[in-house]
């Protein structure tokens, strides 16, 4: 797997765009970037992931920089509902399996 | 509604019983997985199964046994419970491995071994 670099903690205020940054600087072509988060006690939910184009869904959007060395995961309108611990993961090509490591904790503040 | 079912939802177990976690996806999915979580840490892979009657070793596989008779049931024994077993455990699974997919995660077992 890719090695991955995320911020321990951030805060944002209700309302207001996340923006979670991933480096992952030593991907290769191939590779993809997955997001999860996980609200307290829950299991892991899948966000979004990408390799190379920017992606959307109904949760977040996934920009990832031209050279494919980071990425930030962004929520437009955050609720108190989307405080949770926020995982970047790039699970390498060919490989079976995701390897969590201890992820963002994101606090969206009233 | 589809998912991913885990049993039983939390467990006190005497050191030296054993146990069986039980994970059953109603999907179709291929692919399976054990991960156990500690507080304060992430998310560690256990055993996983790619397909039915196939299982492989994950990071933390000692003291468990795992087994994948068809494509629903992915089954976790603890054979002889010790207390560092004290964990939340969640199985997962996706359509197919490699995992260009995303997990569906079961809701955990919270086991307590004393």
């Known amino acids: 797997d890719a090695k991955t670099t995320q911020p321990t903690s951030m805060d944002c205020a209700e309302g207001r765009a996340a923006n979670l940054p991933c480096n992952h600087s030593?991907?290769?072509?191939?590779?993809?970037v997955y997001w999860y988060r996980q609200i307290h006690s829950q299991g892991p939910q899948y966000i979004i992931h990408?390799?190379?184009n920017n992606e959307t869904n109904e949760m977040a959007s996934l920009i990832i920089t031209e050279d494919r060395k980071s990425s930030t995961l962004i929520l437009p309108h955050a609720t108190l509902r989307d405080t949770a611990v926020y995982y970047c993961?790039?699970?390498?090509?060919?490989?079976?399996?995701?390897?969590f490591g201890t992820g963002t904790r994101l606090t969206i503040i009233p | 509604t589809a998912g991913i079912t885990q049993a039983p939802t939390s467990q006190i177990l005497a050191a030296g019983r054993s146990m069986t976690l039980r994970c059953t996806q109603d999907?179709?999915?291929?692919?399976m997985y054990w991960y156990r979580q500690d507080l304060g840490l992430g998310l560690r892979l256990i055993h996983y199964?790619?397909?039915?009657?196939?299982?492989g070793k994950g990071e933390v596989p000692d003291g468990y046994s795992v087994s994948r008779a068809n494509t629903d049931d992915f089954p976790l024994t603890l054979a002889s419970a010790v207390p560092s077993q004290t964990s939340v455990y969640f199985c997962?699974?996706?359509?197919?491995?490699?995992?260009?997919?995303?997990?569906?995660f079961g809701s955990g077992t919270r086991l307590t071994v004393v």
């Open positions: 997962a699974s996706s359509p197919t491995a490699p995992a260009n997919y995303g997990y569906t």
């Open positions: 030593t991907i290769s072509g191939n590779e993809y």
């Open positions: 990408g390799l190379k």
């Open positions: 993961i790039v699970p390498g090509f060919g490989n079976e399996k995701l390897t």
């Open positions: 999907m179709r999915h291929n692919a």
């Open positions: 199964s790619n397909t039915a009657g196939t299982t």
